[in-house]
């Protein structure tokens, strides 16, 4: 829910609530007020009609509106005494069903008489008075919706596009690219705090982040010299008279070292990706790529027996730069190979959609999504490094392919699907357009 929204609703909640208690609150005052207002009138009235009778004028039976009653009175009821009554009047037809009587009695004393003067009013129901503000209330509401609804969605453009513009700034922010996340100062107080919290952030993020990656660099460029000189140790050792239990841990030495010379050069050539290094400046053959790396690992596939099923769909071309285009199909087949069975299939499917690499072999022991993080395996082979997967991904994520792993039926399937943008797509696009042109024709 999109903040201008939760504001909204938050603001009509609370006038739903506030509105209804101030009509009560309006209903009792108004009430209150009439019944005020309509005694203190008939007391006036009382008082006038008992200094008329006290001067002997002539009493009409109605004054100022008002039905008068003056009598004798033989109640031993003080003088000044008032009395107020209310009658329902439902019940004469003469008068409207919203309509209730009030009645004044006060009782005053008259050379030595006491009289009780008695005048009486017409007003409006409590349930008419309700019954309007309801109405009021209702319009109000309406009112205040539309107003509301409207006005928060004109009023948020405004308001809220610093805000907006921050944040389209901070998903396109990348630290790869090395440039630093620059924001305006708005009139918002807040927005400014936001604004300056975030540049500081990603300045020490940016900073971090080259720091980082230049020790990467240093330390693989740094281990490749001894790496070599351990390597070379080896194999002049290797060559020297020794026992068989030395010639057996001499040989574990030289695997491990070449092992860490792998993952060496492989963390190298991911941090040479990170960095942009390679580029695709035209188009490549990737159908003949893949034949050729098939080709490469024919000798491979034979010692281990495996049975290699390949549906290559001819002139697939792909923005990608030829070295990536090679290191891709290679971890894949290798891995393919690597991870198979005794006797098992392999099968390449390449077409203008996708890139499916489909082989046997046991399921993976850590979860399919895990499979493109770095050092994660799925399956203790000794050879295994951990990395070539994540490689993968790199350079998929460089080309905007995408690629997923999934485990069914026995078979570990790696599927890199291409932006519909590609040359094969609009080459098949041309030839259908082409073709559909001289079927009408």
């Not at 705090?193 to 660099?217: G, R």
């Not at 203790?380 to 350079?395: E, F, P, T, Y």
Request: proline share 3%; net charge neutral; charged share 25%.
């Amino acid at each position: 829910m999109k903040l201008v929204d939760k504001f909204t609703l938050w603001y009509l909640s609370s006038t739903l609530i506030i509105l209804p208690l101030n009509a009560y609150i309006s209903y009792q005052s108004i009430r209150k007020e009439i019944d005020q207002a309509t005694v203190e009138r008939l007391k006036h009235v009382n008082e006038r009609v008992a200094e008329q009778v006290k001067a002997g004028e002539p009493i009409s039976d109605h004054t100022q509106g008002c039905k008068i009653l003056v009598a004798a009175s033989m109640e031993t009821i003080p003088a000044g005494h008032v009395e107020i009554t209310e009658k329902d009047v439902k019940d004469i037809p003469e008068l409207r069903d919203n309509d209730r009587k009030v009645i004044v009695s006060s009782w005053h004393t008259i050379n030595n008489q006491l009289y009780k003067i008695t005048s009486a009013d017409y007003v409006t129901r409590s349930e008419q008075i309700l019954a309007g503000l309801r109405t009021s209330i209702i319009w109000k509401i309406a009112i205040l919706l539309g107003f509301v609804t409207l006005t928060a969605r004109l009023v948020s453009r405004y308001v809220l596009a610093p805000f907006y513009n921050t944040l389209k700034k901070v998903q396109r922010f990348n630290l790869k690219t090395k440039q630093k996340l620059t924001l305006p100062r708005t009139r918002t107080k807040e927005f400014n705090e936001l604004n300056c919290f975030l540049e500081k952030m990603t300045d020490k993020a940016v900073h971090d982040y080259n720091s980082l990656k230049e020790f990467a660099e240093n330390a693989s460029h740094e281990l490749q010299t001894p790496l070599a000189i351990i390597r070379s140790k080896l194999e002049l050792l290797s060559e020297s008279d020794i026992q068989g239990g030395q010639a057996q841990l001499i040989g574990d030495m030289q695997n491990a070292v070449e092992k860490l010379t792998r993952i060496n050069r492989s963390l190298v050539l991911l941090s040479r990706l990170e960095n942009n290094e390679y580029e695709a400046t035209e188009e490549m053959p990737f159908s003949q790529y893949t034949r050729d790396a098939l080709g490469a690992f024919c000798d491979l596939m034979a010692l281990k027996s495996l049975q290699v099923k390949s549906n290559i769909e001819e002139e697939v071309c792909l923005h990608l730069h030829p070295s990536l285009a090679d290191i891709l199909l290679n971890n894949l087949i290798s891995n393919a190979i690597r991870h198979n069975l005794p006797e098992g299939t392999i099968e390449v499917v390449l077409n203008r959609e996708h890139l499916m690499i489909k082989n046997t072999g046991h399921p993976p022991s850590v979860p399919t999504s895990e499979m493109f993080q770095r050092f994660r395996k799925g399956s203790q082979c000794d050879n295994s490094i951990g990395i070539g997967l994540s490689i993968v991904k790199q350079i998929c994520d460089m080309n905007n392919f995408e690629i997923s792993y999934r485990y069914a039926s026995g078979y570990h399937i790696v599927e890199v699907n291409f932006p519909s943008g590609t040359s094969a797509s609009k080459f098949l696009q041309n030839d259908e357009r082409y073709l559909h042109e001289r079927i009408q024709q």
